[in-house]
């Protein structure tokens, strides 16, 4: 039964296999019984290869009448780990080693007494296969210290790509939008030196942000470039981190400001709005170290699966908790409109942060839920394009978030005459109708 409960958690575990990098790694496993530790997941070409060192190696039970064909490493495909979940739950076999589905890489009865093994696999079948290693012989537990190596041999000199077959153009697809980003950091300096006497503190903070998304972009574009020629991120990984930490705080933090209107409708918060950013920026470290843990330990960890749970768990409530100033402001307009006579400015002021709502939530719709379906669809031939699809939402985001609230004269919105008034205050009576 703990058995089968372990296998099926496993295709949970495949399902989020798809954000894991398969550089070069180093994974140290000690005391464990578990009967299936997924390692990371890679994209074959017709010449892939995996290389997998497998040292210091320690049994709880060296008994040499136990089968050790039954504790080895192996290759699956998702559908083919499907197919051996039925051939389990259907008793056609014991063991996942056993099945022909998989493709064996090494077991246990081939070390003949040594304790470490090395081993280089050519895969020539292309598709998307996770490294799995599998015990099952109950109560045995394992200790070794395991190198495994992916990549695919590249041209006539047999260049070694450790980037999957879907990700190699990650670092050309990340330093064009860095460039892009940059280029937008240097308009929008224009933008406030040719209007520096309407520009507002908010205005400065949003230069940051595009700032450091440029950097962080580049970080990453550096980062995947050393991976896909060495396996390794040469430090660039810190730099990944560091930006990237820095740049989730500030854009949750400037979507909170602009939804409260601060600085450029009024030059405090409030207590309430700043219990939100007391919510967001602690939930961000939380959801960054989450982001580290992840990438680095790999889904081997015992731990890998909560730290992923935690991570998309803080993402939403950080998603829902910037939601909150924008709804108090459109409410604050709608009641200010009643009292002080100037329905047309407050029309104009409703309607932006009405579309500045609807633009955050569809936002967050897309690049947490649209992003995640489309990298679960598409072929792993394809997986750049998932990529692609959330940058481009996120420009788009950033484009609009700019332009909307670029710095402006307050004069109130060029003259108003009577009927534009009597217009707006009609439509604000309509405004009713917009439930959030």
């Known amino acids: 039964m703990g058995v089968s409960k372990s296998l099926v958690f496993c295709v949970l575990v495949f399902q989020l296999l798809s954000l894991s990098s398969a550089e070069i790694r180093f994974n140290e496993i000690r005391n464990d019984n578990r009967p299936i530790i997924p390692f990371d997941e890679f994209g074959f070409t017709h010449r892939g290869r995996l290389e997998l060192n497998v040292s210091k190696i320690s049994l709880s039970n060296s008994n040499p009448d136990l089968d050790f064909s039954k504790v080895g490493f192996f290759l699956c495909t ?18 996942a080693l056993q099945s022909d589905l998989i493709k064996h890489v090494f077991t246990f009865n081939n070390l003949n007494g040594k304790s470490d093994y090395n081993t280089i696999y050519s895969e020539n079948d292309a598709d998307q296969y996770t490294l799995v290693f599998a015990n099952c012989l109950q109560q045995l537990k394992v200790s070794m210290d395991v190198r495994s ?81 060495t396996g390794s991120a040469h430090g660039w990984d810190v730099l990944f981190y560091m930006f990237s930490f820095l740049k989730g705080i500030t854009l949750f933090t400037l979507i909170v400001l602009i939804g409260t209107g601060w600085s450029f409708l009024k030059p405090y918060l409030q207590d309430k709005e700043k219990k939100v950013l007391m919510i967001v920026i602690p939930l961000q470290v939380v959801a960054n170290i989450a982001q580290v843990v992840i990438d680095e330990t790999g889904p081997y960890g015992q731990d890998w699966i909560t730290w992923k749970q935690v991570f998309l768990l803080v993402d939403v409530v950080c998603c829902c908790a910037v939601l909150f100033p924008i709804v108090w402001s459109i409410k604050n307009l709608r009641e200010a409109a009643r009292t002080d006579g100037k329905a047309a ?30 990298e679960t669809i598409t072929s792993y031939k394809y997986l750049w394009t998932s990529v692609v699809a959330g940058e481009l939402a996120t420009l788009a985001f950033y484009v609009f978030t700019g332009y909307k609230f ?31």
């Not at 780990?81 to 014991?94: F, K, N, S, Y």
């Not at 609807?358 to 897309?366: L, S």
């Not at 710095?407 to 405004?431: C, G, M, R, T, W």
Request: net charge negative.
């Open 149 to 229: 190596a992916m990549y695919n041999l590249e041209g006539r000199s047999n260049n070694r790509d450790y980037l999957s077959a879907g990700k190699t153009i990650l670092p050309r697809i990340y330093f064009l939008f860095s460039l892009i980003y940059f280029t937008l950091a240097g308009l929008w300096i224009h933008v406030l030196y040719r209007k520096r006497l309407t520009a507002f503190r908010i205005h400065f903070f949003m230069l940051a942000v595009v700032v450091l998304k440029a950097v962080n972009l580049l970080c990453e574009a550096e980062d995947k470039s050393y991976i896909k020629r």
């Open 78 to 95: 998702r559908d083919s780990w499907l197919h051996v979940l039925q051939q389990l739950e259907d008793g056609e076999i014991t063991c």
């Open 345 to 374: 400015v407050n029309l104009m002021k409703l309607t932006l942060f009405r579309q500045y709502y609807i633009v955050v939530i569809c936002y967050i719709y897309f690049t947490r839920v649209v992003v995640y379906a489309l």
């Open 406 to 436: 670029k710095p402006e004269a307050h004069n109130p919105y060029f003259v108003i005459d009577d009927e534009e008034e009597e217009a707006a205050a009609e439509a604000l009576k309509l405004e009713e109708e917009f439930e959030l």
